[in-house]
């Protein structure tokens, strides 16, 4: 059974910065690719960005939201199951549950959250203004 636990989340002000990190119980190099996703209250689930782990695929290879890109940075560790987010420059509109999740099938990398199967539980940011 896949599980994925998220860590790292907590409060922080307006242009600090943040690093979650997403630890897989599997290989995350024999899923394809893997992916931060975040939910505000009252919102829905939004795409961050993903990361591809697999070497069948342009290992490395990422996608961003426009919202985060040049602020976010996402990364994966093969060797130690870990997929992480660097986040700067924080906004208090980036405040939301954080979410890490799998693409386990081959294909380009995708903000729809439909094609990720696997969650983990979220850790919560908060950026105060």
């Known amino acids: 059974q896949v599980q994925l636990v998220e860590s790292g989340g907590g409060l922080v002000q307006a242009g600090g910065s943040l690093r979650l990190s997403c630890t897989a119980s599997?290989?995350?190099?024999?899923?394809?690719?893997l992916g931060w996703f975040r939910q505000a209250p009252g919102r829905e689930r939004e795409f961050v960005a993903s990361?591809?782990?697999?070497?069948?695929?342009?290992?490395?290879?990422?996608l961003y939201a426009d919202s985060v890109k040049g602020r976010f940075t996402i990364s994966r560790d093969n060797a130690k199951n870990t997929v992480d987010l660097q986040m700067h420059s924080l906004k208090p509109e980036d405040t939301a549950v954080y979410y890490c999740?799998?693409?386990?099938?081959?294909?380009?990398?995708?903000?729809?959250?439909?094609?990720?199967?696997?969650w983990g539980q979220g850790t919560r940011v908060t950026v105060s203004s």
């Open positions: 599997g290989h995350i190099f024999s899923w394809y690719a």
């Open positions: 999740a799998v693409k386990p099938t081959r294909g380009p990398l995708t903000t729809n959250s439909k094609l990720y199967d696997y």
């Open positions: 990361i591809v782990a697999s070497i069948t695929g342009s290992l490395g290879a990422t």
